[in-house]
């Protein structure tokens, strides 16, 4: 059962690797979105795709573990750890599951900002495009003088409504 044990540490640890290296791409993510970096923040999402990768790959070898030493591929670690013998690996275990969630509630207040920036930065984009092709107010005389009723540049505006 140790050698169970020691693989599920050993995984649990690369997931928290990858969950750290997911941590410091929300917070580049923070800075790319206040100063509009659009090509880092496209760069950093592939990143992070890929990380969430690692991640899912990790997660049938991390349950083949958990199956092995408690005969259940989901349980709560604190009731695993009930399971192991070895007080060296039970501690691991423990100090590796608590860096887990810590990270993992740090991403996700992160992502919220992040969102919520995002969110309002879409916004802006919307209210400067509403702007943009809002038609002109039709002029009443054009500059000769004549009547502009009939011109054709009445209702044209920056942008075509239709694109």
Known sequence: MNRFAVELKNILAKELNIYQNLLELAKNKTKFLVDRKLTELQNTVEQEESFVQQLIDLEPLRQEQIMAIVGEPTIKLEILVEKI???NIKSE???????LREVVEEIKVINEGNQRLAQMGLEVVKQTMKIMTKAPKPVTYGPSGSSNKNSSLRGRSLFDHKA
Do not use: E, T, Y
């Open 93 to 99: 275990l423990i100090d590796i599951g608590s860096k």
């Open 85 to 87: 013998s070895d007080d």
